[in-house]
């Protein structure tokens, strides 16, 4: 009797065409749409004044590293797993792409519209070090009703939109709480607009929120060790077991509404 080995039978078309319809074996990922050559060119070609259309695109693994975008319209597509290091995606219009497992080192996402996008666990370091060299920018980038997770540690967010974004590690991002959370340690988030964002668990120590909006924010057990709150907004937010060790409040609004005080970690240590 002749018996195929696993691996053959995998590798044979005809036996992956037996195990999916079987329903045994995992459907393979569609290719993307169009090749890193073709994208190249509809770049190359670009009219600054006229951005190159790629919306609802499936741009899955393609490596489009170093590229200049040139505020290109990528509505809705889906990006997972693409290399986008070093790439230059500034007033780029990303709104409900799918940006989940990309490579956004030293990234710019600049003035770029990413409002309701899905980032989660980005590859945003070469190292565990976490180099300025390689933090990506977010300077006013909207990522209003965004789903965020992961490593974003010195990245640079001044001045941009994260109303209503969910960063907490369970819940709206599907990732299951007290195993990870998002790391926004050393970020700049000054002037950011934070309002109503769930920040739970986010560790925030030594992050720059001076006059952040952070009101009706949810910072529940977030780690705001020595983080620059300085004429932030906090009307309204939830400080329940969060970690204030030598966090800076001076000049902090709305800060007699802020809900959980009492059950703050090190409220003795804060900087008023």
Known sequence: MFVISRMRFW??????????????APALAPAADITVHQLVERLYRADPAKPVDMSHLNL?????????????????????????????????????????????????????????????????????????????????????????????????LSGANLAGATLAPFGRTGFIEH???????????????????????????????????????????????RADLTGADLTGADLSEADLDGTILVDVRGLDTVQGLASAHNVQTIVR
Do not use: C, H, Y
């Open 60 to 156: 899955r693994n393609l490596d489009m590293s170093g590229l200049d975008f040139k505020g290109a319209k990528l509505i809705g597509s889906d990006l997972f797993g693409a290399d986008l290091s070093r790439a230059d995606l500034s007033r780029a219009d990303l709104s409900a792409a799918r940006l989940d497992r990309v490579v956004i080192i030293g990234v710019r996402f600049d003035d770029a519209n990413l409002a309701g996008v899905s980032l989660l666990r980005p590859s945003a370091f070469s190292t565990l070090a976490a180099p300025q060299s390689e933090a990506a920018s977010f300077v006013r980038a909207d990522l209003s009703g965004s789903r965020i997770f992961g490593r974003f540690n010195r990245a640079n």
């Open 179 to 225: 195993i990870w959370r998002t790391e926004l340690m050393g970020a700049n988030l000054s002037r950011a607009t934070l309002a109503g964002a769930d920040l739970t668990q986010t560790l925030l120590a030594f992050a720059n929120l001076r006059g952040a909006n952070l009101s009706g924010a949810v910072l529940r057990k977030a780690d705001l060790s």
């Open 11 to 24: 590798r044979s078309k005809r036996g992956i065409a037996v195990l999916l319809l079987a329903g045994l």
